[in-house]
């Protein structure tokens, strides 16, 4: 199965500023996607990323606040722009594997002060 | 919106001693997925169930999915230190390839 190598692993960031995210998997793939886990909660989805179009975002979660990149098949980038304490949490990026499942990059803990 | 509800939430035993952590919807699935995820790390894939009653043995984690695939179980014997971890379900349904994930399950296994 897949293997992402997620960076970085944490950062405490300054609120008002960016944080970029990245994922890189050994294989080719068609579709990643972005999660964040907060405290307490199930794992939400933020968008899904398609290389060569944009990416699909789900219901809260607005490109501007989150902008994706997908430049080729193994690689993604997710930004956590304009950060506020409320950004603090998980962000973890997958991909799909048989039967269905996930793989998961380690994460990003995100500490926004 | 499915929803999927595990319980208990917490769960803190001694080694050695058996636990059932569940995981229940209102919605069928095509199939249902259960994760590990230790601190630090993203979660791991442990098994995924697609037919209803199926049974799956991983060591000494037993995972059954309902009949009506609507529920499943993770039972593990013999817990030992290592199973420690965050346990997490998730269920996919029709042709969508995007899982709904429980809250997960913070089990903690003491020597």
């Known amino acids: 199965s897949a293997v992402i190598s997620q960076k970085p692993s944490r950062d405490i960031c300054q609120r008002g500023t960016s944080l970029t995210i990245q994922c890189q998997v050994d294989?080719?793939?068609?579709?990643m996607f972005w999660y964040r886990q907060q405290p307490g909660q199930s794992l939400t989805l933020i968008a899904t990323?398609?290389?060569?179009?944009?990416?699909?975002?789900e219901s809260g979660f607005v490109i501007d606040k989150f902008p994706i990149s997908r430049p080729n098949l193994t690689f993604s980038t997710l930004t956590v722009s304009n950060m506020s304490p409320e950004d603090s949490s998980i962000y973890l990026c997958?991909?799909?594997?048989?039967?269905?499942?996930?793989?998961f990059g380690s994460g990003t803990r995100l500490t926004v002060v | 919106t499915q929803l999927l509800e595990q319980s208990p939430q917490f769960l803190s035993i001694q080694e050695g001693e058996n636990l059932t952590v569940y995981c229940n919807s209102s919605?069928?699935?095509?199939?249902l997925q259960w994760y590990r995820q230790e601190p630090g790390e993203g979660p791991v894939l442990l098994v995924t169930?697609?037919?209803?009653?199926e049974v799956k043995k991983l060591k000494r984690l037993t995972f059954q999915f309902g009949d009506a695939r609507k529920d499943s179980s993770l039972h593990i014997t013999a817990a030992q230190p290592g199973d420690t971890g965050l346990y997490l379900c998730?269920?996919?349904?029709?042709?969508?390839?995007?899982?709904?994930f429980g809250r997960g399950t913070s089990l903690i296994v003491h020597p």
């Open positions: 294989s080719q793939v068609t579709m």
């Open positions: 997958s991909v799909t594997v048989p039967p269905p499942g996930y793989t």
């Open positions: 998730a269920g996919s349904s029709g042709g969508s390839y995007i899982p709904t």
């Open positions: 919605s069928v699935f095509s199939s």
């Open positions: 990323a398609n290389q060569g179009s944009e990416a699909t975002y």
């Open positions: 169930v697609v037919t209803g009653g």
